[in-house]
């Protein structure tokens, strides 16, 4: 005698809410199983193995896998790629901080790859490929962060062993590079400005050279027409950097800031 069972759709919820559980389990368990392989992805750069280029040139070397395993390792393909990130703090609505990054450069090359349906296997022993990027004139340069809430510009690159399995992570590896601006020749022209306050005092800088090297002086000329003789309390030179870095916030820094001796007190 065959009796059917009517059980609570409560009760058939609640094992399909365990069985997704369970394979939800098994399939982290599985994608974690290749965690720490990025390990044995080694980066040698051609140039004295340094980490420090210039725009304008080549960043050239070899990606290395040391595959100590005795199970082969099955790979779709191997890229790498040239990253630059612009990092920013913003403020968050319960009155934190957080940040936030936006790539501004991504240069891609592939390594190794197969076709589509496709893997090739790493056997154990050490393998090599050769890889190279070209950093642009136009790129920025690396800007270190100076204080806690500053933004910054890193540049890294990004080895991806791709692997076939969906179940499986990609492998990754980053290795931080600095990139330094190399300026090309500006043309020495000079540079003024003109400006006049509510006392009709005209001031009308010229500055000799827009261009101006670290390290070397810098020359201008200063012409004051003061027609009412009003009295002038002292004249200061500021340098100062102006910083826009994309979403991030303006940021003016003061580099320099003197007192001309020579005018103070006078009409």
Not at 29 to 34: A, G, H, N, P, V
Not at 76 to 97: C, D, F, Q, R
Not at 210 to 229: C, E, H, M
Not at 237 to 257: C, D, H, M, R, W
């Amino acid at each position: 005698m065959v009796k059917n069972l009517h059980w609570p759709s409560c009760f058939y919820s609640k094992l399909l809410y365990g069985i997704h559980q369970y394979f939800f389990l098994i399939a982290i368990l599985i994608r974690s199983s290749s965690g720490g392989l990025e390990s044995n992805i080694i980066c040698r750069f051609d140039k004295r193995n340094e980490s420090v280029f210039w725009t304008g040139e080549f960043v050239t070397g070899k990606i290395e896998y040391v595959h100590l395993n005795s199970k082969e390792l099955k790979l779709k393909s191997i890229g790498a790629e040239l990253i630059g990130e612009l990092v920013y703090t913003t403020n968050t609505p319960s009155g934190g901080t957080t940040n936030s990054s936006l790539i501004f450069f991504e240069q891609r090359v592939t390594i190794d790859s197969v076709s589509d349906q496709s893997s090739f296997l790493l056997t154990y022993g050490n393998h090599k490929w050769p890889f190279g990027f070209f950093i642009n004139h136009s790129l920025a340069p690396s800007l270190e962060r100076t204080g806690a809430y500053d933004p910054f510009i890193r540049y890294f690159i990004r080895v991806v062993f791709v692997r076939p399995e969906w179940y499986r992570w990609n492998i990754k590896k980053i290795v931080p590079i600095v990139v330094k601006h190399a300026s090309l020749p500006v043309t020495a022209m000079q540079s003024e400005a003109q400006k006049k306050n509510r006392h009709d005092v005209h001031l009308h800088i010229i500055l000799q050279k827009r261009a101006i090297l670290a390290g070397t002086n810098v020359s201008f000329d200063v012409y004051i027409r003061n027609p009412q003789r009003a009295l002038i309390r002292r004249f200061s030179i500021i340098l100062f950097q102006y910083l826009e870095l994309g979403p991030a916030e303006t940021k003016v820094s003061n580099l320099i800031a003197q007192n001309v001796n020579q005018l103070h007190q006078f009409r």
